[in-house]
């Protein structure tokens, strides 16, 4: 394999900075999922919703010298489970937010919720707090397999918080997950349809992966085998697609006009901001793009003197982080963006994406490079080609 060297290690230089994002992370649950590897942590009684917000407008304001005169295009509060928060501290949260930034008119604003902690009167509160799109936490409506993914929710519960979103707003996404436990084709089939039954405009479909520091590491379930993963995978595209669903990502599919343009956002690796418990986050400049991450424990996190870490982005790993979003995306990239986001030409990765090419695993023409439907199943085999060559970075000896 060709290695992947700059010629100028260093050398990046941005013509205009990327969109600006703002990510908000709200890092309790109920109960933490067996699956589940993400900044989220069990809490019984009371939030400390107050104290959090405080916690997150320090945050914001120690980052607002990065990112200053820049317009926000999107806001995501994720979590963990950002639904347990009450809409008077989701307003107060927004409030705050637009205090200190200027967010784009018609921003998207989402808010990610989950069944079992949301009913009609919420979802009508946080509409009233500017929240304009909801991702709901659904994974199946089938009980067998909400008990093997330890959900605290019915498929009941389920089918109710998808209409009690739509009764208040029209872009809603449902987050469904297939391969799990025991599950058949068919009953992957059933969970996909009662979703599109309910007429949601996004739908993100998931193959429940075996993840380090989860209790299915630790105790693995027994998952359907590799093949008949893949076959649910291929039959949820296929479905979605039939029914007049965009397949614009890997896991996401949505209805004209309906694409998250948060996610759009990272997948075309623009900027964003992250606030928030363990809130990663990724800032550029006109010689360097930085990442930033926040403490992970919320009681960390709530100290007037919480860690946060902050570096540059070595030019060499660059393109690699760039493929690692954009491959994710069906239609590919402009070749342009490329040298917009990284600050580096695009003939840093000419060789490789030759390479791909002649493997199959890439297409592209003069103004866009896409990958192959191969390309998009062996996506690990597609981004390790862009993986930075260590030795070619190394200092030179004597
Ligand atoms: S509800 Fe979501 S964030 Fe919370 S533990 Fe389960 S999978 Fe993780």
Not at 58 to 70: F, T, V, Y
Not at 94 to 111: C, F, H, M, N, Y
Not at 177 to 200: F, I, N, W
Not at 355 to 376: A, H, M, Q, V, Y
Request: charged letters at 25%; glycine letters at 8%; hydrophobic letters at 40%.
């Amino acid at each position: 394999m060709i290695p992947l060297a700059l010629e100028r290690p260093g050398a990046v230089k941005l013509g205009a900075l990327p969109p600006l994002a703002l990510y908000v992370h709200i890092p309790w649950c109920v109960r933490k999922c067996p699956y589940c590897d993400f900044n989220s942590h069990e809490r019984a009684g009371e939030l400390p919703e107050r104290k959090y917000l405080d916690a997150l407008f320090r945050d914001l304001e120690g980052s607002l010298p990065n990112i200053w005169g820049r317009r926000v295009v999107s806001v995501f509060i994720g979590g963990g489970t950002p639904s347990l928060f009450s809409p008077e501290s989701i307003d107060a949260l927004l409030s705050g937010v637009r205090a200190r930034l200027a967010l784009e008119p018609g921003a998207e604003i989402t808010l990610e919720a989950n069944p079992g902690t949301v009913e009609a009167a919420r979802f009508r509160g946080f509409r009233g707090a500017g929240v304009n799109r909801i991702s709901i936490g659904v994974q199946s409506f089938d009980e067998r397999m909400l008990a093997a993914l330890g959900r605290i929710h019915s498929g009941g519960e389920a089918q109710r918080a998808v209409e009690a979103a739509l009764a208040s707003f029209e872009n809603v996404n449902v987050d469904l997950m297939y391969g799990l436990p025991g599950q058949t084709a068919a009953m992957a089939r059933a969970d996909l349809e009662q979703a599109l039954g309910s007429g949601v405009p996004h739908v993100s479909a998931y193959q429940l992966t075996i993840e380090p520091n989860t209790v299915f590491w630790s105790k693995p379930p027994r998952l359907p085998e590799h093949d008949a993963a893949a076959d649910m995978q291929l039959a949820a595209e296929e479905t979605l697609r039939a029914a007049g669903y965009e397949h614009y990502e890997t896991s996401a599919f949505a209805r004209a006009g309906r694409r998250c343009r948060h996610n759009l956002n990272y997948w075309q690796f623009g900027d964003y901001l992250g606030i928030g418990a363990g809130a990663h986050g990724k800032i550029s400049f006109a010689d360097r793009v930085t990442r930033h991450a926040r403490a992970k424990q919320p009681d960390e996190y709530l100290k007037a003197d919480a860690k946060l870490e902050e570096h540059a982005v070595p030019a060499a790993d660059l393109p690699f982080e760039f493929m690692l979003n954009a491959l994710r995306l069906v239609e590919g990239f402009d070749v342009e963006l490329f040298s917009q986001r990284t600050g580096l030409p695009i003939s840093t990765v000419q060789a490789r994406l030759s390479e791909l090419e002649s493997k199959g695993l890439i297409e592209r023409d003069w103004k866009r490079i896409r990958p192959t439907e191969p390309g998009r199943h062996f996506l690990n085999e597609l981004l390790e080609a862009f993986l930075p060559d260590r030795r070619a970075r190394a200092p030179a000896s004597g």
